[in-house]
Structure formats: structure tokens, C-alpha cells
């Protein structure tokens, strides 16, 4: 939703309806993750997408109807065998769909949680997919959870769901502070319950946090053409080098910051910004600027450190690094040479084989070609551990299935 948190906040400030269809489970080889959303606005205009094409028709109506209703509807898509033409993802996959309504005004959590996703405040958006039949219509209700504070509510009756609430804020607080977004099972009285028990009601947790740091030390060739290929990926991206000369916002227009600092220095600086999403990419190969760095950065929780180099200097930092007091866990997590063994020449090349290995080493890739194996294309490590998100969305009843 974040993609398209613009157009929303600007239908909903009009005080125009709308309906939110989100990806709120994946498995095989679908082509979008959860989130991934697509609007209809009540004139019919579309944005955003679920699928990449393939069941985007089914879902706008889908969205049209419910605004024609006013009722959610959690919907399944899966490829159909026995017609090729059917509503269904060729790709093989399955989509867990939510379809809701939006009538501004009329849902607390909803109005506080568009406000928050288009302002870019850091926000839990918690929405009832799926529950059992006497769970007093919770389908469709939306709490907005921040760091501090929780904006909707499950039941217009509090009391009869309070501990569930309460539960439900705990846990998304947990997933916004981690940047997850996923699934959630709990019973009436707030406890994990088994997804296909009965009884239960699920929930969906989408986490809107500020975009993953990159921070890239040296103010070199390699490092412009890194710059570019992360905010392509959508990095938020930092230059830092100790040469003024060098680090200048005219050679790198496309980050979105340029400081003349000391790396290690900056980086000590940066503690409270930092997290297990946030990646470095040391290029400067120069043991006065790498050593005192990498000495701080391999102790840090961030999920990558790459350093550029030829394997000699790589030997020679890492007896340096080892010196200095660094175990051979600590040096595990350094990726040096920087990048994978794709024979690049150039700074472009060698940009595309950090990014490579950064999208790997983050999603769990092997790093073969995928025409190696024959296993599954999508095996992203986020998805691992999500509470109930390998099968189908959870919750009795169970989601309306087409061509699956």
C-alpha cells in the first residue's frame, strides 16, 4: 500500500470511497509478495497492482463489487489446470487477496493508518482477513499501531474482545519495530492458535517503516554507479568519505545524502539509525579508512558488510581485522571480495554483482542460475518463521477460491 499511499491519501481527503484489494498470503511461485495492493476508487480509476497482470481484472472487480456491498471478501487465485484461460496465475502460484471497502470517515484505524503510511510515520496497519462465525463481526476491522500509541478498534463493544485487542498490539508493535509484515492466529482470548483450528481469527500485519539504509564508503566511480543501483532497489542511500574533494553533492545527485566524515566516525555517529535491514558497502580499499570501520561494523546487527578489494587485500584486512580483536564469527559475516563472480569490468557491471549478492544474501538465494535447479523461484528468508504464512490466508471460513 505504501507504493500507493499517495493517490489514497488524496481519494481520502476528497472524501472519495475506495476499495483496497492486498496480497495478504503467497505460496509457489506468485509474482507479488505480501502487500502488494491494488485501489479502485468509486469512479472505477485503478492503481497499484497485486499480481503483475495476470489476475488484476478479476481483482478490480472484485474491488468494485465491494464497494457496491460494502462488505470485505478474502479471495484465493491459483492456476487452473483445466483452462488455460481461466482467471488464474499461469505462474503456478497461489494469492491470498483481502479485498476492503474505504469510506473515509467511517473507520478509525483505517483514516489514521492512511495518514500515517503517506506521511511516512512508522505504523503497524492491522486488518481482520478471516474469523469464525461468532466472532461478532470483526472481518474488516482495522487497528493502527504505532510505537506509542493505537488508533481503531475490533468491536464497538470492547469488553467482549479486550484481551484479543490487546494481544493483536503486542504482537504488531513486535512486527513494526522488525519491519515484518505477515500473519497473525489468535483465539478469542488472545492466544497463538493453529492456523486451521477453529475458533481462531486471523489477522494481517502490514509494517510501514522508512526505507532499508545503504551506507557507501568512498567516494569513487564504483560507488556512483552503487548509489544508482540502490535507490533502484530502494535503499534510502548515504556517500561518506573523508575527502572533501571527493564527497560532493555534484557527483553523487542521486543519493539522498553526501557527508564529508571520517567512515568510522560516521558510522558511530549512525548508531540509532541502523538496523538488521541496513547494508554496507565499503569501497574506499584503504586500510587507514577500512580497518577502524570494518573493526565496528562486523560487530554491528546490520544484515549486510561487503568491502571492495583483490584477494590479496582481502587477506591483508583480514589479518589486520584479526589483530584488532575481531573473532572468526565477526569475520564470517564480511563479504570481500565485495560482490558475486559475474566477470564485471566496469563500475556498472560490478554495481549489478553487489546488488546481486545484497538480494541474495538478504532473500536466501543460492546464487545458481535458476535454470540449474528445479526448485522453488521465490525462497525468501522474510517469509520464514511469519506466523501462518505458508498456506492459505487462515480463519473459518476459509477464503473463496478461484481457479485454484
Sequence with gaps: MQDIAEQLRAW???????????VVGVSGSAPRDPGAALAVDADGEAVGSVSGGCVEGAVYELCRAALASGEPVLERFGYSDEDAFAVGLTCGGVLDVFVQPVVPGADAGL????????????????RVIAGPGGAGGLVGATLAVTADGVAGALSPTPSTVGALERAIVVRARAMLEAGRTGRLVLGLDGRPCDEHGRGTVTCFVESYVPAPRMLVFGAIDFAAAVVRIGKFLGYHVTVCDARPVFATARRFPEADEVVVDWPHRYLDSQLGRIDGRTVLCVLTHDAKFDIPLLERALRL???YVGAMGSRRTHRDRAARLREAGLTEAELAR????IGLDL??????ETAVSVAAEIVAHRRGGSCLPLS?????????LSRTGTEGDEGGAAGDPAPRTHAA
Excluded: W, Y
Design 334 to 337: 564480511l563479504r570481500s571480495p
Design 12 to 22: 481520502h481527503a476528497s472524501g472519495r470511497s475506495f476499495a483496497v484489494a492486498t
Design 111 to 126: 483514516d489514521t493508518g492512511i495518514a500515517h503510511i503517506a506521511a511516512g510515520t512508522p505504523v503497524a496497519l492491522v
Design 372 to 380: 540449474a535447479s528445479d526448485g522453488p523461484i521465490h525462497h525468501d
Design 301 to 303: 546487527p546490520v544484515g
Design 343 to 348: 566477470g564485471s569490468r566496469t563500475p556498472e
